[in-house]
């Protein structure tokens, strides 16, 4: 009998196809879930199931309705949004999955940071607070530095450290101005004007890969970060793995992970965690359950005998229930770099993929931005400009290759008329 696995997922989004590519080696049917529109019948002409992520029961009833017609026998989240909903879908069909307050916990900064301080584990101080609250005497009783994190939006999205009371007060104006926005309130996560007030913790930042199966976690890799992350804003850029760390440190990274997995409550399915390393140990800053984002996890690629495969292949196998623990991770160096935009502007083109093609160990370049796409920088910013991928014997290599590609492309963005003013 052919196997079906329901992806939830925003209607776009570059891991899909990969996930399509995986399915069909396999053997396996996908069933796609976005938040569209359902009034429409199949309005893309793609089989999908047309949901609302926000309206959650309705969601679940649609789903399982479907379910009658085109049994399922997996499901997996793609994004944070829909991880709240795949969780109930799997307990609603009796499915492997996680458990609804588990998914819920961990797509929402302040519940998981309550979650593991009643564990016991390493957090930073926080507080949390809203977009409601009066910032100037709040301001003046923090301990600094701190950072102030919307709790609903990922990515770094409206992240920013403040050093003083003056840094917090413009820090929280324009946090919350961006969730004032409307791309930001028509998501309708339901946490929108929820602010989280942690205070920073120094260290080096490192991200971890890999499934979460009965409740243990099987790590693909550990992602070193090698630029330093202390703000005022976080972004994202390099991703290498190996990470030169010792066995030590990484095996406590692993361990810390685990707790934190373990006290949130999270039982099957992807695993997408970040932490902190620092002299007084390891503080896990996220734990979510879903896989990494956008096309990053091309940078992960896995070998059986001559093939070789990808995340998405080894998650949909995972999906179904096979044991994934074993996988094996190919052994090479490799690095992606989310190519960061410069300013905000109007995009209009690049040029140099040629010569950043040519660098040793640079496997492929893609630009993803859309001409005359309207770019953002950090902490407003919601993507990438594109990706740079990488592999070779050692992660130095790797590291220096998409720097070095990164260094050949020449970007035009013009500037944009601001609409926001007045």
Same mark, same amino acid.
């Given at each position: 009998?052919?196997?079906?696995?329901? %992806?939830?997922?925003?209607?776009?989004?570059?891991q899909?196809r990969? !996930?399509?590519?995986?399915a069909?080696?396999?053997?396996?049917?996908?069933?796609?879930?976005?938040?569209?529109?359902?009034?429409l019948?199949?309005?893309w002409?793609?089989?999908?199931?047309?949901?609302?992520?926000h309206?959650?029961?309705?969601a679940v009833?649609? $789903?399982?309705?479907?379910?009658?017609?085109?049994?399922?026998?997996g499901?997996?989240?793609?994004?944070?949004?829909?991880v709240?909903?795949?969780?109930r879908?799997?307990e609603?069909?009796?499915?492997?999955?996680n458990?609804?307050?588990?998914?819920?916990?961990?797509?929402n900064k302040?519940?998981?940071?309550?979650?593991l301080?009643?564990?016991?584990?390493?957090?930073?101080?926080?507080?949390?607070?809203?977009?409601?609250?009066?910032?100037?005497?709040?301001?003046?009783?923090? &301990?600094?530095?701190?950072?102030?994190?919307?709790?609903?939006?990922?990515?770094s999205?409206?992240? %920013?450290?403040?050093?003083?009371?003056?840094?917090?007060?413009?820090a929280?104006?324009?946090?919350?101005?961006l969730? +004032?926005? !409307?791309?930001i309130?028509?998501?309708?996560y339901?946490?929108?004007?929820?602010?989280?007030?942690? +205070? !920073?913790?120094?260290?080096?930042?490192?991200a971890i890969?890999?499934v979460?199966t009965?409740?243990?976690?099987?790590a693909f890799a550990? !992602?070193?970060?090698?630029?330093?992350?202390?703000?005022?804003?976080?972004?994202? +850029?390099?991703? $290498? *793995?190996?990470?030169a %760390?010792?066995a030590?440190?990484?095996?406590?990274?692993?361990?810390?992970?685990?707790?934190a997995?373990?006290?949130i409550?999270?039982?099957?399915?992807?695993?997408?965690?970040?932490?902190?390393?620092?002299?007084?140990?390891?503080y896990?800053?996220?734990?979510?359950?879903?896989?990494?984002?956008?096309l990053?996890?091309?940078?992960l690629r896995?070998?059986s005998g001559r093939?070789?495969?990808s995340?998405?292949?080894?998650?949909?196998q995972?999906?179904?229930?096979?044991?994934?623990?074993?996988?094996?991770r190919? *052994?090479e160096?490799?690095?992606?770099?989310?190519?960061?935009?410069?300013c905000?502007?109007?995009?209009?083109?690049? +040029?140099? &993929?040629?010569?950043?093609?040519?660098?040793?160990?640079?496997?492929?370049v893609?630009i993803?931005?859309?001409?005359?796409?309207l770019?953002e920088?950090?902490?407003?910013?919601?993507?990438?400009?594109?990706?740079?991928?990488?592999?070779?014997?050692?992660p130095?290599?790797?590291e220096?290759? $998409?720097?070095?590609?990164h260094?050949?492309?020449?970007?035009?963005? $013009?500037p944009? %008329?601001?609409?926001?003013a007045?």
């Open positions: 009998m052919t196997k079906r696995v329901l %992806i939830l997922s925003t209607t776009t989004g570059y899909l990969s !996930f399509g590519h995986a069909m080696e396999l053997g396996i049917d996908l069933i796609f879930a976005t938040d569209r529109c359902h009034a019948d199949d309005p002409r793609d089989g999908a199931v047309a949901i609302r992520f309206e959650e029961d309705a009833d649609t $789903v399982v309705a479907a379910a009658t017609r085109r049994p399922l026998h499901v997996i989240a793609v994004g944070d949004r829909p709240v909903l795949a969780a879908i799997a609603a069909l009796g499915l492997p999955g458990p609804p307050h588990a998914a819920r916990a961990s797509a302040r519940l998981a940071r309550e979650t301080y009643r564990a016991g584990l390493r957090v930073p101080e926080f507080l949390p607070s809203s977009t409601r609250a009066d910032v100037v005497p709040l301001a003046v009783r923090l &301990q600094y530095p701190v950072v102030l994190k919307p709790v609903a939006l990922s990515g999205r409206g992240v %920013i450290r403040a050093d003083t009371p003056t840094q917090m007060v413009a929280f104006q324009r946090v919350s101005t969730l +004032s926005r !409307f791309d309130r028509a998501q309708r339901g946490s929108e004007g929820e602010l989280l007030i942690e +205070s !920073f913790i120094p260290g080096h930042e490192y890969e890999g979460v009965d409740g243990r976690v099987s550990v !992602f070193d970060k090698p630029d330093p992350l202390d703000g005022p804003f976080f972004e994202e +850029s390099i991703y $290498v *793995t190996p990470a %760390i010792s030590e440190t990484e095996r406590a990274i692993l361990d810390a992970v685990q707790e997995t373990s006290a409550g999270l039982r099957h399915g992807p695993l997408h965690a970040e932490c902190r390393v620092n002299p007084g140990g390891v896990v800053l996220e734990v979510a359950a879903r896989p990494i984002g956008g990053c996890s091309r940078v896995f070998a093939h070789r495969h995340l998405e292949h080894v998650l949909l995972h999906a179904l229930g096979h044991d994934v623990s074993r996988e094996s190919e *052994t160096a490799a690095a992606v770099m989310m190519i960061p935009i410069p905000r502007g109007v995009y209009k083109g690049v +040029s140099g &993929q040629d010569a950043a093609l040519r660098v040793p160990f640079v496997e492929d893609q993803t931005a859309k001409l005359d796409q770019l920088p950090l902490p407003e910013a919601g993507s990438y400009l594109g990706f740079i991928f990488a592999r070779a014997p050692l130095g290599q790797v220096a290759a $998409v720097r070095e590609a260094r050949r492309l020449a970007f035009s963005v $013009v944009a %008329i601001d609409l926001r007045g």
